[in-house]
T-cell receptor, first 115, second 109 residues
Framework: DTAVSQTPKYLVTQMGNDKSIKCEQN?????MYWYKQDSKKFLKIMFS???????INETVPNRFSPKSPDKAHLNLHINSLELGDSAVYFC??????????????FGPGTRLTVL | GQNIDQPTEMTATEGAIVQINCTYQ??????LFWYQQHAGEAPTFLSY????GLEEKGRFSSFLSRSKGYSYLLLKELQMKDSASYLC??????????FGKGTTLSVSS
């Protein structure tokens, strides 16, 4: 019954590794997002997909590559992990009607620790 | 561009009323959200204002003045469980949400 789910919840890895975080929503939303929340608790958008198409791509290193196989899934792959990538990554989803944005529902977050 | 300002921390006691202010600057206003985030958890939706005025929802109310670039979240009858971070979130024209840095509210008995 979970609306927005992410796996894994915790991810600890070494510098230089490649890792993926998965996100799924069962709300029928057409737009999905990835956010990064750093140690100062500042939540910042990274990517947004609407109907599987990339619509927002903020200034994020190209080591980060989102992939949306369908409207219900938005995965985040990170290559060559760096210490500064340690953060909590939140997936979210919403309906997007015209130019308005409706309430976003957030997943539980994935706490990534790079050693 | 866009900028959101809200106090970093606030403290209050159980049963009290607290008002968390937020000022913003944006080139394309399309609404303002308030989210609540408990430590270690995901943000959850509290309110959405797109027109000027007050939106009331139980113990929580949110106010918006577009001309002043100002909003506040009012929490009444504070409870210990209201201790959390409160995020002022700007809905910029398009599909981007811009999050403020949050106000950490500590409620004591």
């Amino acid at each position: 019954d979970t609306a927005v789910s992410q796996t894994p919840k915790y991810l600890v890895t070494q510098m230089g590794n490649d890792k993926s975080i998965k996100c799924e929503q069962n709300l029928g939303h057409d737009t999905m997002y990835w956010y990064k929340q750093d140690s100062k608790k500042f939540l910042k958008i990274m990517f947004s997909y609407n109907n599987k198409e990339l619509i927002i791509n903020e200034t994020v290193p190209n080591r980060f590559s989102p992939k949306s196989p369908d409207k219900a899934h938005l995965n985040l792959h990170i290559n060559s992990l760096e210490l500064g990538d340690s953060a909590v990554y939140f997936c979210a989803s919403s309906y997007t009607s015209g130019r308005a944005v409706n309430e976003q529902f957030f997943g539980p977050g994935t706490r990534l620790t790079v050693l | 561009g866009q900028n959101i300002d809200q106090p970093t921390e606030m403290t209050a006691t159980e049963g009290a009323i607290v008002q968390i202010n937020c000022t913003y600057q944006t080139s394309g206003f399309n609404g303002l959200f308030w989210y609540q985030q408990h430590a270690g958890e995901a943000p959850t939706f509290l309110s959405y204002n797109v027109l000027d005025g007050l939106e009331e929802k139980g113990r929580f109310s949110s106010f918006l003045s577009r001309s002043k670039g100002y909003s506040y979240l009012l929490l009444k009858e504070l409870q210990m469980k209201d201790s959390a971070s409160y995020l002022c979130v700007l809905n910029q024209a398009g599909t981007a949400l811009i999050f403020g840095k949050g106000t950490t509210l500590s409620v004591s008995s």
